[in-house]
């Protein structure tokens, strides 16, 4: 079984001065482990990698399209986002449509994670709100999942809640993995968060990628949104959005923190799960695409525009380049 070299090291002129360790598991369409890194077993949290899956148990409701949703709420349930003004557009109209507002999502507000959303935010003088958070377009779906159903729309976010039940069953259901085998948690936005093992990862997302590229209902919706809405999925200068857009749709790739990716490539019907062990986001871009690169799913030479992700400087205060972030030789 290959092993994939994806450790990331961190330079200043010829040496080293940090190491990341990643850790990967890839899945094939016959449920088999192919390729590893280091630790294909170790549990972590899945953080905003499940958001695909999550949003599946409001759309088999019927609920979602009672609502009038379509792909662009689709996109944005599903999305780890920059915050800049489309995506504040379409949480502020899934939120409308019931007759809600910003103060009824449970995620709290943060900076923007897209610099073309902070710019934005500064120069119109909005003060960041919870509709800034990345992850608003997710807690604007759970809401609509209690408010379509009937249930409480307060504490949708609580672990205890039937909207967190059912997206912790959908999860089990792709993994393999058992609700009360799952090590939960609270994520950073404020809702339930779920542990995997690395290869349980890959195999979801494996699973999901082949029920794609075979045309089931609910995985085909929402990969259709996600290709129609590149930008929604991330944003202007988010990693997602970019190998969306670079590949054509062909890999469906989501962020989650702490140095979590999961991956999906349909037409292959291969799953990646990665984690940098120290969570560092510099080094989580560079192992995805040379991971991408050792299965094949992308050439040696890269665009432009992918290369950028694939090595980045190390700039001093007077923007003298001085090392690097890149793979480890």
Same mark, same amino acid.
């Given at each position: 079984?290959?092993?994939?070299?994806?450790?990331?090291?961190?330079?200043?002129?010829?040496?080293?001065?940090?190491?990341?360790?990643?850790?990967?598991?890839?899945?094939?369409? &016959?449920?088999?482990?192919?390729?590893?890194?280091?630790?294909?077993?170790?549990?972590?949290?899945?953080?905003?990698?499940? /958001?695909?899956?999550?949003?599946?148990?409001?759309?088999?409701?019927?609920?979602?399209?009672?609502?009038?949703?379509?792909?662009?709420?689709?996109?944005?349930?599903?999305?780890?986002?920059?915050?800049?003004?489309?995506?504040?557009?379409?949480?502020?109209?899934?939120?409308?449509?019931?007759?809600?507002?910003? @103060?009824?999502?449970?995620?709290?507000?943060?900076?923007?994670?897209?610099?073309?959303?902070?710019?934005?935010?500064?120069?119109?003088?909005?003060?960041?709100?919870?509709?800034?958070?990345?992850?608003? %377009?997710?807690?604007?779906?759970?809401?609509?999942?209690?408010?379509?159903?009937?249930?409480?729309?307060?504490?949708?976010?609580?672990?205890?809640?039937?909207?967190?039940?059912?997206?912790?069953?959908?999860?089990?259901?792709?993994?393999?993995?058992?609700?009360?085998?799952?090590?939960?948690?609270?994520?950073?936005? @404020?809702?339930?968060?779920?542990?995997?093992?690395?290869?349980?990862?890959?195999? !979801?997302?494996?699973?999901?990628?082949?029920?794609?590229?075979?045309?089931?209902?609910?995985?085909?919706?929402?990969?259709? !949104?996600?290709?129609?809405?590149?930008?929604?999925?991330?944003?202007?200068?988010?990693?997602?959005?970019?190998?969306?857009?670079?590949?054509?749709?062909?890999?469906?790739? /989501?962020?989650?923190?702490? %140095?979590?990716?999961?991956?999906?490539?349909?037409?292959? %019907?291969?799953?990646?799960?990665?984690?940098?062990?120290?969570?560092?986001?510099? !080094?989580?871009?560079?192992?995805?695409?040379?991971?991408?690169?050792?299965? @094949?799913?992308?050439?040696?030479?890269?665009?432009?525009?992918?290369?950028?992700?694939?090595?980045?400087?190390?700039?001093?205060?007077? &923007?003298?380049?001085?090392?690097?972030?890149?793979?480890?030789?």
């Amino acid at each position: 079984m290959p092993s994939l070299a994806l450790d990331v090291v961190v330079t200043r002129a010829d040496t080293i001065e940090s190491r990341h360790l990643v850790h990967a598991a890839v899945i094939g369409p &016959n449920d088999d482990l192919i390729a590893t890194a280091h630790d294909q077993s170790m549990v972590t949290m899945w953080r905003s990698c499940s /958001k695909m899956f999550q949003v599946m148990p409001f759309l088999s409701s019927g609920g979602f399209d009672k609502l009038g949703w379509g792909n662009e709420e689709l996109a944005l349930a599903c999305a780890s986002h920059g915050g800049e003004p489309e995506h504040l557009v379409v949480a502020e109209r899934m939120l409308a449509s019931m007759g809600l507002e910003e @103060g009824d999502l449970a995620c709290g507000p943060h900076e923007p994670l897209s610099a073309r959303g902070v710019k934005m935010a500064r120069e119109s003088g909005r003060q960041y709100s919870r509709l800034h958070n990345n992850c608003s %377009g997710k807690h604007a779906a759970m809401l609509g999942r209690a408010y379509t159903a009937g249930w409480a729309l307060q504490g949708y976010e609580r672990a205890d809640h039937q909207v967190q039940r059912s997206c912790l069953n959908e999860v089990s259901a792709w993994s393999g993995v058992a609700v009360d085998d799952m090590p939960i948690g609270v994520d950073g936005c @404020g809702v339930v968060v779920m542990a995997l093992p690395l290869d349980r990862m890959a195999l !979801a997302y494996s699973r999901w990628a082949r029920a794609v590229h075979s045309g089931e209902e609910l995985p085909s919706r929402i990969a259709a !949104a996600i290709r129609a809405h590149p930008h929604l999925i991330g944003g202007t200068d988010r990693f997602d959005t970019m190998i969306l857009q670079e590949t054509g749709g062909r890999v469906i790739a /989501k962020v989650g923190a702490e %140095g979590v990716h999961s991956l999906a490539i349909p037409e292959s %019907g291969i799953g990646i799960a990665i984690k940098v062990e120290d969570g560092a986001l510099r !080094a989580q871009h560079i192992a995805v695409i040379r991971a991408l690169q050792l299965l @094949g799913e992308l050439p040696e030479t890269l665009t432009p525009r992918i290369a950028e992700w694939a090595h980045k400087p190390i700039r001093n205060t007077r &923007n003298e380049i001085v090392g690097e972030v890149r793979l480890a030789r």
